[in-house]
């Protein structure tokens, strides 16, 4: 294992490698056939990026993730973290993942929010419970701290699983299409907010989608992945501003995805 | 409460809606009292308790015989005799922390059982096995080779009572752990936990509707048993309990204080049923949203 050089504090260092995806192959078994999810994946995410997984179905993206998360270990090449191999799962890489059931239901918004922290003994309760609810308060869910998670509707509970992640102050924020399960006007409006949170606080966040638009709204860099199995297609540099300049990245994202068809305008 | 409507250059129609504190634009009230009563689940069950009290009473009139069919007041009267003169109070005293004791180490057996079945593989298949080869097994049928190993006591009544717990405890306490949803798995994962302290704050909470189900079906179980070996126990040693309470007074012929005996254990399932569990359900489940 690599010594890694201690980073001085409030010294930041953009263009250091946070996490090192190093030639990754991953497989899964079923009980009679082995899929091959990724083949070979490299890329590297530096502090304070918002890096996005972009591709169709099969391409990947979530078990690359999982990967990243420590849930799956590569058959072939490394996932580094500071230069350190991740082999399991650890609050120093929170997960969001897309289902609206991540939330404890034992848990109110408040406990849910503390429960991490108070694991990892990370603070003391005191502590623990003014972070969570500055956080909470962040993403606008003030009043339903007390409120238990079947009482909120599905934007609701992903907000409180971003605020989860986010008062960890994790390393990396990992996101596994957060907003896929909810409506459209909702997803919208969640892009924007998570964007707001990320201009306050530049956390690192890893983001999967399938939705080009999405990708293109959120990122600030993009790695194109081709299904069956996942391999890199191109890592592309976000916009600052989609109303903008989306259009034709969008438009080139579908291209590299799918050549010579038409755009259906993404979703 | 007027709305002003527009029209603007477009030719769309806006509308403002006007704050309004008129009492018929509500968005949430009160039901009223009446459909409140109707509603609540105690006074249906109690008007369903009372039907049965006044078919009871009718058909033991009707019948009036007293060595057969002892009228609702008729067993009332003994019942009330039995505790304030007889032994019932110390005879159900006696079973109940028989019971409880049983009852106890039982669901820590099957907690433990279950525990070692979710961590290891082998664990599994030796809950799954022991489960199907010993669940469907009566307990009062291994009764007799309690007494020859454990003698005619607390011993050989216990190991029945566990035997009856057990088995359906850990079902559903198993089947709770497997149905936990992958997510709420790698979010606990996630937390850094793993071991017993991952079993403690993410799988049993998040089993716990499987769980208390499996607990209610153990208490029932565990009662029966409890009971039904006290019958056979009282007709061999006389040593105390409700069992033997019933035993002894049909062998006296006094039928209203059986009853009276039967009508405790009713009524302790009833008083536990819904006073214990439904608390329970109550400040766990119904408060989570797992159950409604």
């Known amino acids: 294992m690599a010594e890694v050089a201690p980073v001085p504090v409030g010294a930041p260092a953009p263009q250091a490698s946070l996490l090192t995806v190093d030639g990754v192959t991953l497989q899964y078994g079923t009980r009679s056939v082995v899929v091959r999810a990724t083949y070979r994946v490299s890329f590297e995410v530096r502090r304070g990026d918002r890096f996005i997984l972009l591709g169709p179905s099969g391409c990947g993206k979530s078990t690359l993730l999982k990967a990243v998360g420590g849930y799956l270990a590569p058959t072939e090449g490394e996932i580094r973290l500071h230069g350190e191999v991740i082999r399991r799962p650890n609050p120093d890489r929170m997960m969001v993942f897309q289902e609206f059931d991540q939330l404890l239901p034992w848990k109110t918004v408040l406990q849910n929010v503390m429960f991490p922290m108070i694991v990892k003994r990370k603070l003391r309760a005191s502590e623990a419970k003014d972070r969570a609810m500055a956080y909470i308060v962040k993403v606008g869910l003030k009043e339903f701290a007390n409120a238990y998670p079947h009482t909120l509707s599905g934007g609701m509970k992903q907000r409180v699983a971003i605020a989860r992640g986010m008062a960890m102050e994790p390393d990396i924020l990992l996101m596994d299409e957060p907003f896929a399960a909810l409506d459209a006007l909702t997803r919208r409006r969640m892009q924007e907010e998570l964007l707001q949170l990320w201009d306050g606080t530049n956390f690192t966040l890893m983001f999967v989608t399938h939705s080009i638009q999405e990708a293109v709204i959120l990122g600030n860099r993009i790695l194109v992945l081709s299904p069956h199995p996942g391999q890199v297609r191109a890592e592309l540099r976000g916009v600052k501003d989609f109303h903008a300049d989306g259009g034709p990245l969008v438009e080139r994202i579908h291209q590299l995805l799918f050549p010579g068809t038409e755009t259906t305008g993404g979703h | ?292």
Do not use: C
């Open chain 2, 1 to 292: 409460m007027s709305q002003t409507v527009s029209f603007d250059e477009r030719g769309d129609r806006l509308v403002d809606i006007p704050q309004t504190n008129d009492p018929s634009q509500f968005v949430s009230k009160p039901l009223p009292l009446q459909l409140r009563v109707v509603d609540s689940n105690v006074v249906r069950k109690i008007f369903v308790v009372v039907l049965l009290i006044i078919g009871w009473q009718l058909y033991g009139k009707w019948t009036d015989n007293d060595l057969q069919f002892p009228t609702f007041t008729a067993t009332v009267s003994a019942f009330v005799d039995s505790v304030t003169r007889g032994t019932l109070v110390e005879q159900f005293l006696n079973s109940l922390r028989i019971l409880l004791m049983g009852y106890a180490a039982g669901v820590v057996i099957a907690t433990a059982m279950t525990v070692l079945a979710v961590s290891t593989r082998i664990g599994t298949d030796i809950l799954e096995t022991l489960n199907a080869a010993f669940s469907p097994l009566p307990a009062i049928a291994l009764l007799p080779l309690a007494m020859l190993w454990f003698g005619l006591g607390v011993g050989s009544l216990l190991f029945v009572l566990i035997h009856s717990v057990l088995w359906p405890v850990a079902l559903n306490m198993h089947g709770g752990f497997r149905s936990v949803s992958t997510t709420l798995r790698m979010v606990g994962a996630n937390y850094g936990l793993r071991g017993l302290p991952y079993v403690a704050r993410i799988l049993i909470p998040a089993a716990f509707p499987s769980i208390l189900s499996g607990l209610k079906i153990g208490w029932a179980f565990g009662w029966r048993t409890e009971i039904a070996a006290e019958l056979v126990f009282g007709a061999s040693s006389g040593d105390g309990g409700l069992g033997w309470f019933i035993f002894e007074n049909k062998n006296n012929l006094e039928i209203p204080a059986v009853f009276a005996g039967l009508l405790a254990v009713i009524g302790l399932g009833l008083l536990v049923e819904n006073l214990v569990f439904r608390a329970i359900e109550i400040r766990t489940v119904e408060r989570w949203g797992m159950q409604r």
